[in-house]
């Protein structure tokens, strides 16, 4: 099973400030990674997919990066709505797993 | 508009069972994967099962013999049929469309306790 191990597990950063999210997979994925984003109450929203490809809808200041097994989740300018959970996930390797999240918080 | 929206969950004894259904609309479940994803409370996500478009799938170790993934392309729904449900498997239970989960149901809350 590929572990993905997400950090930190707490990012505190104030609007404005850049944030950078980390996801480490235990051997290769490929190209085969994505991000989501979840907030309290409500069903995961897809970001990032194939590495870099950012979804419909998704602002420019969410952006991905990273090859193999080393993967980054970057907002470049914080807003008010962007605090949160975020959980990396890859579907290279059966079974597909899910890291542990990042939360984002004021 | 693409739409998922599960059904079926609610609270049932450990090794009873349980089917959930979703039911989609602005895309074809037989054209896409679908995918079961869940969520134990206060806790992070879970891969579940994924059915791919040939209708293989494929399960996670803690529901494999347990879960069954199935579709109705006439009804445009997929369903997880749940057996021995066991305490640890309370979960809001979601599905998601596609290889990337592109879109996603509300979630459907299963509780498993006596």
């Known amino acids: 099973e590929v572990v993905l191990t997400q950090s930190p597990a707490t990012l505190s950063l104030s609007p404005g400030e850049r944030a950078t999210l980390s996801c480490r997979a235990s051997?290769?994925?490929?190209?085969?990674l994505a991000w989501f984003q979840q907030k309290p109450g409500q069903s995961p929203r897809l970001l990032i997919y194939?590495?870099?490809r950012r979804a419909t809808g998704i602002p420019a200041r969410f952006s991905g990066s990273g090859s193999g097994t080393d993967f980054t989740l970057t907002i470049s300018s914080l807003q008010t709505e962007d605090f949160a959970l975020y959980y990396c996930?890859?579907?290279?390797?059966?079974?597909?797993?899910f890291g542990g999240g990042t939360k984002v918080e004021i | 508009e693409v739409q998922l929206v599960e059904s079926g969950g609610g609270l049932v004894q450990p090794g009873e069972s349980l089917r959930l259904s979703c039911e989609v609309s602005?895309?074809?479940?037989?054209?896409?994967?679908m995918s079961w994803v869940r969520q134990a409370p206060g806790k992070g996500l879970e891969w579940v099962s994924v059915?791919?478009?040939?209708?293989?799938?494929q399960y996670s170790d803690s529901v494999e013999g347990r879960f069954t993934v199935s579709r109705d392309t006439s009804k445009n729904t997929v369903y997880l049929q749940m057996s021995s449900l066991r305490p640890e498997d309370t979960a809001v239970y979601y599905c998601?469309?596609?290889?990337?989960?592109?879109?996603w149901g509300q979630g459907d809350l299963v509780t498993v306790s006596s």
């Open positions: 998601a469309k596609g290889p990337n989960y592109d879109s």
């Open positions: 059915m791919y478009t040939n209708g293989n799938t």
């Open positions: 602005g895309f074809s479940v037989g054209g896409n994967w």
């Open positions: 051997q290769s994925v490929g190209v085969y």
């Open positions: 996930h890859q579907h290279s390797n059966w079974p597909f797993t």
């Open positions: 194939d590495v870099s």
